[in-house]
């Protein structure tokens, strides 16, 4: 049975921005995942509800080479506003996504990128961590993760390159205040203020190059994302065609 097309309705934006390093404000959003979230969000409007970033179906994931520039990627199904963006932050890029999502078909070859978080939550029997704990994979494990997400993603995998990337470092409040017996409230003054503690995301970056053999489901994968840590630049799949004797 062949598998659906892809919807035709489908509309998404994907922003292209060539980080000037340079830029104050590129410097201090590259300090922290959460900080960087931060910053694309400010591409979207306001009121978006409790979840503005899946209700934008925002995702974003930031490249960087050697010999290049950082480029961030963001992709989102509400059109970006990048006039939001501090002055002098980049070279910008937004392009809408429909000529993609137009020439998925059964068969297309592709070349894909993909920042996986590559966790496993441990189970309640696990003697690996505690329940729900994540385990951060390696090697092998990591690129069985991929290869059964982009199977599930509508992709057959022909080439595979796992590398790990950076550790993605996120700040979460802690408050040190523990509660007391009785119920009595600290004073503002002798109150030990609130810490900043580093909670790190494990992530690999994949590439390679596939055959779609479900359209429908690779763009689901690319309008939703795959896997976990999505607020902090995982899951955004790029594919774009590959023409192996071209």
Known sequence: MTPPAPSATARAWLTHISLNPASRAVQRDLTHADTLHRRVMTLLPHHLGASPRAHAGLLFRLDTDAA????????????PDTSRLPHGYGHIQVREMHALFSALRPGLSVRYRILGNTVRRCGRNSTAGRFKQAIALHGEDAAQWWSERARAAGLTLHTLLAEPAETLTTRHTHDTTAPPAQPAPPHPATAPPPTRVLVPHQATLFQGTATIH???????????????SKSYGCGLLSLAPHHPHG
């Open 68 to 79: 290049t520039a950082p480029v961030l990627l963001v992709q989102s199904r509400i059109a």
């Open 214 to 228: 479900d359209p429908q489901t690779a763009q689901e994968a690319l309008l939703h994302g795959i896997g976990r």
